[in-house]
C-alpha cells in the first residue's frame, strides 16, 4: 500500500484509477484537437475549414477516450495476475526497484 493510503481495501487504487480517466482525458483532447489544428488547420497546404476540424477532432477525441476507458480495467486486471504469478515479495521487489530509477 503507498505511503500515506488508509485503506488497505484498494482506496489507492481507486485513486490512481481516478486519475488515469483524468489523465486521458487531458492528452486525449490535446492529440485530438490542438495536433489537428496544428497540422491542418494552420498548414497552409490542408486549409481544413473550423467545421471540419471540429467533426474530426470530436469523433478522434470520443474514439480514443471510449477505447482508454475500457482498456483501463484490462490493464488492471493483467496488473493483477502479473502480481499473483509473481508472488508478492518480488512483485514489490521489482516496483521499488522501478521507482529508484
Known amino acids: 500500500m503507498p505511503p500515506g493510503s488508509t485503506n488497505p481495501k484498494g482506496h489507492w ?12 482525458l487531458i492528452s486525449q483532447f490535446i492529440d485530438s484537437f ?3 489544428y496544428i497540422a491542418f488547420v494552420l498548414n497552409p497546404g490542408e486549409n481544413w ?5 471540429l467533426a ?7 474514439y480514443k477516450f471510449v477505447v482508454a476507458i475500457l482498456l483501463t480495467p484490462l490493464i488492471y486486471l493483467v496488473h493483477g495476475m502479473i ?9 514489490e521487489e521489482l516496483r521499488n526497484d522501478a521507482r529508484s530509477h
Do not use: M, P
Open 13 to 24: 487504487r481507486d485513486q490512481t484509477l481516478a486519475e488515469s480517466y483524468w489523465s486521458t
Open 34 to 36: 490542438v495536433v489537428l
Open 83 to 91: 502480481d499473483r504469478y509473481l508472488g508478492h515479495d518480488v512483485s
Open 49 to 53: 475549414s473550423i467545421n471540419l476540424f
Open 56 to 62: 474530426v477532432g470530436t469523433v478522434n477525441y470520443c
